[in-house]
């Protein structure tokens, strides 16, 4: 907090801090006893107690957090980055997915009493090495990822998706990117496509690369075309040419849905394959994954394939002070179920719409 200028120009000497003794001298109570009313501890009368605190909250008193932490062993401070976005560090809160997963994991963090600090995708070692971080969240790295290597040598215990599966103090929370994908496809095809088109992004993540191999696997059992066009980088502008160069063909190349798991705003997306002559649904089925809500609004409504970012983040948590704070090193990592909402973009003529599918 800045200091406000005396008249002078020097700034005015910061306030003393009070004292634990500060607030027992003025209530009159000793230091031991002030001490058990905040905390909630002793045998204390309702009257002393409430006396402690109100006179602790008419003076300002905060405990040191400094102090306490040190008693605990631990800075509760956990460490989040997202290793997908290396080459724009802060650009991931643009991505609904993961601006929706970052505000959960700090508010369950919160409610857990660990603060998030964010640190940028790419950083050095160097960086946050002098950071007091009781463990870190490494969201989608890449493969062979430097943070997660760093931060393994460094012994801080890492929590990221199932590419760490199998490493010392590494634990891991993620989806079935391979069963999701597939339940899409077949939700397609149910639907009457025959010529779907999979808009990815062109990553390393271990999400990306199980839905590409789950897409090859399920066109090679259905003996349909593995059509596929990878997205460079992400950003809705990248996301809606790529998906323009889905929808190019004629008669028999001509696609018949599309599924774009690269994340880009749905309506954006429907406007790209009006302006290619394609009628949605009529003429062309379209499942996104996206978190973006403007998917249930647009004419028609967008099907959506949602990784469900909350139940990810409350899993990660709930997992992650499981192993600072009770040592359960058993269980290294969990699958949370995806959910498909079926809406208008994906039901074929004369079929009825869905709100949505189970959790797989």
């Not at 870190?136 to 590419?163: M, T």
């Amino acid at each position: 907090m800045t200091d406000v200028p005396q008249p002078g120009g020097q700034p005015s000497p910061p306030l003393p801090r009070v004292r634990l003794i500060d607030v027992a001298r003025e209530a009159g109570l000793s230091k031991t006893t002030v001490s058990a009313a905040l905390n909630g501890t002793g045998r204390l009368s309702p009257e002393v107690r409430e006396k402690a605190r109100d006179t602790a909250r008419r003076m300002g008193y905060r405990p040191n957090a400094t102090a306490r932490h040190l008693r605990a062993g631990r800075a509760r401070l956990i460490g989040y980055v997202i290793g997908e976005f290396a080459d724009a560090p802060w650009s991931f809160l643009e991505s609904p997915y993961f601006a929706r997963l970052t505000a959960a994991t700090s508010a369950t963090a919160l409610r857990r009493g660990y603060a998030v600090v964010l640190l940028p995708a790419g950083s050095l070692q160097s960086e946050w090495a002098d950071l007091s971080l009781d463990a870190v969240i490494v969201a989608d790295p890449v493969a062979d990822d430097v943070v997660v290597e760093d931060l393994i040598a460094a012994r801080i215990p890492v929590f990221s998706d199932r590419s760490v599966e199998g490493r010392p103090g590494a634990y891991w929370i993620d989806v079935d990117a391979g069963a999701a994908v597939c339940e899409t496809l077949d939700h397609l095809r149910d639907q009457g496509a025959r010529r779907p088109v999979l808009v990815v992004p062109d990553s390393t993540t271990r999400f990306h690369t199980e839905v590409v191999a789950a897409h090859r696997a399920w066109c090679a059992a259905h003996g349909l075309p593995e059509r596929v066009v990878r997205v460079g980088a992400a950003g809705n502008g990248h996301v809606v040419r790529a998906v323009e160069t889905a929808l190019e063909g004629a008669g028999k190349d001509r696609p018949d849905a599309l599924l774009v798991v690269a994340e880009a705003s749905p309506p954006l997306v429907l406007e790209a394959a009006r302006r290619h002559g394609y009628e949605v649904p009529g003429d062309l089925l379209v499942v996104c994954v996206s978190e973006d809500v403007t998917a249930e609004h647009t004419t028609p409504s967008v099907t959506t394939l949602s990784l469900r970012p909350e139940a990810v983040a409350e899993a990660g948590i709930e997992h992650l002070v499981a192993v600072l704070e009770h040592g359960l090193r058993e269980v290294p990592g969990e699958i949370v179920p995806t959910r498909l909402h079926v809406r208008e973009s994906s039901v074929g003529t004369g079929q009825t719409e869905c709100t949505s599918r189970p959790p797989t």
